[in-house]
């Protein structure tokens, strides 16, 4: 919306009152939206001191990947990407995320989440543990109070009539109707091979406590909106339940997965001597190693489910999923949204008892491969953000079906989320797809991720180099092409350090947009030319120059274009100090919270 509304306006720069409404909403624009709107005049903001960066990186010490980056910034060339790693370098919220404490409370929670207007995915976890933890509770005044749940309940029920496992809201209507009318028969249960399996195994194990009338707190409740739980409250928590909460192995397994790597020591000490299985898990969970006498052996007593999660998380990182422990997950099924019409001429037509005929495919391979797509659909749709919090150390696993990527794009704002192939390929098809919207929220993504250095010039070079089955590489096939162009525009024009990263992205990936079309190729090539007059070098890689020569050779404005960009001399700085400060700047501000928190 915002590029819209300034790519309107600007044909009427001229305009004073436009000019005058476009300097004031500038501050507030995205920076990708910002850097469209040409404000010639303005005080340009003074870069970051280099050599003083450099002074006060030596002062912090090889703090994470500081030192690599000093010593590439001393050399003149791009520092390395920054890759967080959350589950070693995760840090407390500053919201914490407090528990129901009555049935009133407990109310408001659920109607948020049967409303759907909830919003976070912690209050999910908010709701299942107020629900827990008070479904005993049946003050006098009790079906007064839950009239409103019941409507919504019954609402639901009579509306879409949803059968266990199909959508998260049912589910939630599901465990409601259990709470509110005992009695009922238990769902079975499901697999744990999928994040959706996970989630409904959750909730079916508080089920299973309303049915028995066991009220608890879960272990699994987070304790910041990340998903992590504080190790020094799960202690208390073990401490407080005992070995009874292994009768729920989900609850204790994710529990274990959400155990936060700040905070270990201390939960080690609160645990020492304490008696149980339980505890010990807790204890093996937060690194105290291979326990001895009946600590080890206890431990092996545990349900299978928790063994792992424990191995899983002493051994992260893993390549697979977390909800399979890190083995390999099978590849997603052929996405077929749309039964082909040849399944429907090859139907058998089937009489029915009371008159008419419906059409029978289940023998069909066409018909197969679309239930197969179908049912893997259901399962990524059921729920993306409350699932990824039940292993706040591993996200990886989102980026690797679209389903749940495209969902998860906005995670990437984040300066702690990881950026792993699988996410900048999605990023790239969003900047090249057909929706407006989506091309500048990954414009912003590409800001925000060349900002905090996580992304760098050769890997998105190697992205817009990727190759697909038909040669040319999907960024720029078709109208994608001119899209990227685009996208890459308007990132390039937000700070040195953004031109430099895609100058040299551009000329990395020259093999790969070579062919372009004509309208596309000279759009490219007229950004190129641009950056490399900004930056007073041109391209200096071998393979870029022939491509070049290539396109140099006839009397076309591309060629033209071509020959402008191989003027620029090769003998400049290709990593310049204004792109290098600012990179520097930012690894220095991802350390500092590091340093703070070990006392550095």
């Known amino acids: 919306m915002q590029q819209d509304a300034v790519q309107g306006l600007l044909p009427h720069l001229a305009d004073p009152a436009v000019r005058q409404t476009l300097t004031g909403a500038a501050p507030g624009l995205a920076a990708s939206v910002a850097a469209l709107v040409p404000l010639p005049g303005a005080p340009a903001r003074p870069g970051p001191d280099l050599a003083g960066l450099l002074t006060r990186a030596a ?17 003149g060339v791009e520092p390395p990407p920054v890759t967080p790693r959350p589950w070693l370098d995760a840090r407390p919220g500053s919201d914490p995320i407090l528990p129901i404490g009555d049935l009133d409370e407990l109310i408001e929670a659920l109607l948020l989440v049967l409303d759907r207007t ?17 479904h005993l509770a049946r003050p006098g005044d009790f079906g007064l109070r839950v009239g409103p749940v019941i409507d919504r309940v019954n609402r639901c029920f009579e509306r879409d009539a949803p059968q266990w496992g199909e959508q998260i809201g049912g589910d939630f209507c599901h465990l409601l109707a259990h709470w509110l009318d005992p009695g009922r028969e238990l769902p079975a249960a499901v697999p744990l091979d999928t994040p959706r399996g996970w989630l409904l195994g959750r909730l079916r194990e508080v089920l299973v406590m309303v049915r028995d009338g066991v009220a608890s707190r879960l272990l699994a409740y987070p304790t910041d909106r990340e998903g992590w739980i504080d190790p020094v409250v799960l202690a208390e928590r073990v401490i407080e339940t005992g070995d009874q909460a292994l009768q729920r192995p989900l609850d204790t397994a994710i529990a274990v997965t959400r155990l936060a790597p700040w905070g270990r020591a201390a939960a080690l000490e609160r645990l020492s001597g304490v008696p149980g299985v339980l505890a010990a898990v807790v204890r093996a969970a ?15 007593t545990a349900p299978e489910t928790v063994r792992r999660a424990v191995a899983w998380q002493l051994g992260q990182p893993h390549a697979g999923p977390p909800y399979l422990f890190g083995e390999p997950a099978a590849a997603p099924p052929a996405e ?10 090859q139907a058998r037509h089937v009489p029915m008892p009371g008159g008419g005929i419906y059409l029978e495919m289940t023998h069909l391979p066409e018909f197969q491969a679309w239930q197969r797509w179908h049912e893997f659909a259901g399962d990524a749709r059921y729920s993306t953000a409350w699932a990824s919090t039940h292993w706040p150390g591993d996200t990886g696993w989102v980026w690797t079906v679209g389903l749940h990527a495209r969902r998860a794009l906005r995670w990437l704002l984040e300066p702690g989320q990881p950026l792993p192939a699988e996410a900048m390929s999605r990023l790239l098809r969003e900047a090249a797809g057909d929706s407006a919207e989506r091309r500048a929220l990954a414009a912003d993504l590409f800001v925000q991720l060349i900002d905090d250095g996580r992304l760098t010039s050769p890997q998105l070079g190697a992205a817009l180099s990727a190759p697909a089955p038909s040669g040319l590489s999907w960024v720029w096939a078709g109208p994608a092409g001119y899209r990227t162009v685009e996208a890459l525009r308007r990132v390039s024009a937000v700070s040195p350090l953004h031109a430099t990263v895609v100058r040299r992205a551009l000329t990395a990936s020259a093999p790969a947009w070579c062919a372009l079309p004509a309208r596309a190729l000279c759009a490219l090539l007229t950004l190129l030319d641009q950056l490399c007059t900004a930056d007073g070098i041109g391209p200096v890689d071998d393979a870029a120059r022939a491509v070049l020569t290539s396109l140099a050779t006839g009397r076309g404005k591309s ?42």
């Open 59 to 75: 002062s912090l010490g090889d703090v994470g990947d500081l030192g690599t980056a000093v010593a590439a910034t001393r050399d």
């Open 118 to 134: 909830n919003r976070w995915a912690h209050d999910l976890d908010r709701a299942l543990d107020g629900l827990a933890a008070l």
């Open 286 to 300: 937060c690194g105290a190693g291979p326990e001895t006498g009946d600590g080890g052996a206890a431990v092996g």
């Open 336 to 345: 077929i949204e749309i039964l082909p019409n040849s399944a429907y001429d």
């Open 559 to 600: 060629a033209g274009l071509a020959r402008r960009v191989l003027a620029h001399p090769v003998s400049g700085v290709d990593w310049p100090p204004a792109a290098a400060a600012a990179a520097l700047a930012a690894r220095l501000e991802r350390a500092s919270p590091v340093c703070a928190a070990s006392g550095a």
